[in-house]
């Protein structure tokens, strides 16, 4: 099956992140080693990375005087940042990898051509999906949604930085969240739900697509129906 694996910037920082801390170098070895895992176990596998360890978009223009599409556009790159200093990891662990990018920047990667991506796929190759949907005010939830729809996966895993499902609430913060194992988008819609952006799971669901929630940490077992929470597309 193809799997497309979202993983949030702040995955790659570890869970007791420092606030200069953009890399976890243990944090990044295990992601690879648990990604490489579940590609022996039979599966395609393409990742989308997003760059919240560096910055996100609308944080920017809290801090800086410039506009939001130019913030959007900072992201964007450090969505490309973050795919390069993956590529490298899993190519060091023998992994073939191709980070393609939806800005076009040969020198350093490929452009986003979904043939070519999904040639890649079947040739065994994991394919990083960098700089989300190369337009602003969109976020890299959105990008894994319509990536995981146009390379026809089966799944959408969104991995998440010491959360190991859908909560009620965040129960990093709120000590009355409950786990729910199975929703429906409709459901996360109509609650707002934090699994992901609300456009994403609008998305998803208009289009028929799994998704799962689970922990950075379990990424191995991401398939294991005791693992994580399943959003329904209806
Ligand atoms: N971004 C964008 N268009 C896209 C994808 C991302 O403008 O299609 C920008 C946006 O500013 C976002 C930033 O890139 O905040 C980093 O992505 P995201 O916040 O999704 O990263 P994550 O929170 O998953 O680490």
Avoid: W
């Avoid at 043939?115 to 796929?121: E, I, Q, Y």
């Avoid at 026809?152 to 009620?168: Q, R, S, W």
């Amino acid at each position: 099956m193809k799997i497309l694996i979202k993983l949030s910037g702040e995955s790659l920082s570890g869970s007791n992140r420092e606030p200069s801390r953009e890399y976890d170098e243990p944090t990044l070895s295990n992601i690879v080693e648990q990604i490489r895992s579940l590609q022996q176990s039979g599966h395609q596998i393409a990742l989308v990375v997003g760059g919240g360890n560096l910055f996100r978009g609308h944080q920017l223009t809290g801090k800086l005087s410039i506009e939001r599409p130019t913030a959007d556009y900072i992201g964007m790159l450090a969505t490309v940042q973050n795919a390069l200093v993956l590529r490298d990891y899993f190519e060091s662990k023998g992994v073939e990898t191709r980070v393609s990018s939806a800005i076009s920047m040969p020198q350093i990667c490929e452009g986003y051509i979904p043939k070519r991506t999904l040639r890649h796929m079947n040739k065994g190759r994991v394919v990083i999906f960098a700089a989300g949907l190369g337009v602003p005010y969109f976020t890299t939830d959105s990008s894994a949604v319509q990536r995981a729809l146009e390379m026809k996966a089966g799944i959408l895993i969104m991995a998440k930085n010491g959360v190991n499902g859908l909560y009620t609430g965040d129960p990093r913060i709120d000590s009355g969240a409950t786990f729910i194992k199975e929703t429906t988008a409709s459901e996360v819609l109509e609650k707002n739900l934090k699994a992901a952006d609300q456009s994403a799971v609008a998305l998803a669901k208009e289009h028929g697509l799994l998704i799962k929630i689970i922990a950075v940490s379990d990424i191995a077992q991401a398939l294991d129906i005791n693992i994580g929470s399943v959003i329904k597309p209806e």
